[in-house]
């Protein structure tokens, strides 16, 4: 095994205290992988940890984050086989007990154990290293491009949305947001042979990114209230005030779903009436499960799912507070940030 002469990681020790230091990468024990990290994201629920704005129960400080990456096995523990070794992969983040009626019916997401994810609760990716239990791994096709691969987490959250609302060829789809979930979820819902694909879009500087991720119209808010009842699939990305009540405008009689955004506590929810009166089927969506990952990885794998496309900035590990003030500053026009080890 080759270790990097300095090993290191970032760490969040309280909220608002970061650092980056030395971190010595743990062998993997029996039935885990040893993972050199090669690319990592950023994403709000990073900043959120940082800011101290996660729920209790959802985050164990001191914490490495990192929960979206990707890497090249170094090594496996028994007994895993090595011909693992070597191989571009990424990996889940939900540590679910595997035998829960959830986990059973494969929910693992919602696992009925307490809650335990990469990045959150166990160290995370924004290291050099990353040791992992290697039935988490989903393998890459040889020649990935590791850097794309790194936002194939957001990537699995979308597809689990998508997965939940099941779009027919030919049906009118929109998606609300075009940040990552959102551009994420555009080219995914693309691939599915769309009659018509709308984003609903508040910044203009995200026209032409929504446009390259396969949509065949852009809305703004205004927009999108005319257009009420239009569209059969929509799919909610943004956590914004007003974007679940948007999406659920949005559908149309008999119309699906799926919200994926966390929005604030006092957040005003969709009309009863509405869903009722209009037989709207509404989903949502936390994390991913495994069958969303290898949705995910598939459409990646045959280049339906392109990430590259959003990734706007690349940050050395050491700078990670300069990662943080460009995602905080609105005329840097980030999307994707990612972290490079």
């Known amino acids: 095994m080759t270790i990097v002469d300095t090993p290191r990681a ?9 650092r980056v230091a030395a971190a010595e990468p743990r062998p993997p024990r029996p039935g885990e992988a040893l993972v050199r990290v090669a690319w990592s994201g950023i994403c709000g629920s990073d900043r959120e940890m940082l800011a101290g704005g996660r729920p209790e129960g959802f985050v164990r400080y001191p914490v490495v984050p990192g929960h979206e990456w990707s890497g090249t096995v170094e090594s496996v523990g028994d007994p895993i086989d090595a011909a693992l ?11 679910s007990c595997g035998r829960c009626d959830a986990c059973r019916r494969g929910d693992n997401n919602l696992c ?10 166990r160290p995370g990716a924004w290291s050099d290293y990353l040791t992992l239990p290697a039935r988490l791994l989903h393998v890459l096709p040889d ?37 990552t979930l959102g551009m994420l979820a555009t080219q995914l819902l693309h691939a599915g042979g769309p009659a018509e694909l709308a984003v609903v879009v508040r910044r203009p500087d995200r026209v032409e990114l929504a ?44 119309g ?12 005003a929810p969709p009309s009863p009436t509405d869903l009722v009166l209009n037989q709207i089927t509404v989903h949502t969506v ?56």
């Open 10 to 18: 970032v760490y969040i020790d309280e909220p608002h205290r970061i």
């Open 85 to 95: 070794v070597g191989k571009a992969v990424v990996g889940e983040g939900f540590r």
């Open 112 to 121: 009925g154990a307490p809650y335990d994810e990469t990045g959150f609760t």
């Open 143 to 179: 020649g990935s491009d590791l850097r794309a691969a790194a936002a194939l987490e957001p990537a699995a959250c979308v597809a689990a949305a998508c997965l939940k609302v099941a779009p027919v060829p030919g049906e009118r789809v929109a998606v609300v947001g075009a940040g």
């Open 211 to 254: 446009h390259r991720c396969g949509a065949t119209g852009v809305l703004s808010p205004a927009e999108a209230d005319r257009l009420a009842g239009r569209f059969d699939v929509v799919v909610e990305a943004a956590g914004t005030t007003g974007a679940a009540r948007t999406a659920v405008r949005l559908a149309g009689r008999g």
């Open 256 to 267: 699906r779903v799926a919200l994926t955004g966390i929005p604030s506590v006092d957040e």
């Open 286 to 341: 936390f994390g991913a499960p495994s069958r969303a990952w290898s949705h995910a990885v598939r459409a990646f794998a045959s280049g339906a799912l392109d990430p590259a496309a959003l990734i706007t900035h690349e940050i050395p590990l050491d700078d990670v507070t300069e990662a943080f003030r460009v995602l905080s500053n609105p005329a840097a026009g980030a999307v994707k940030v990612l972290l490079r080890p």
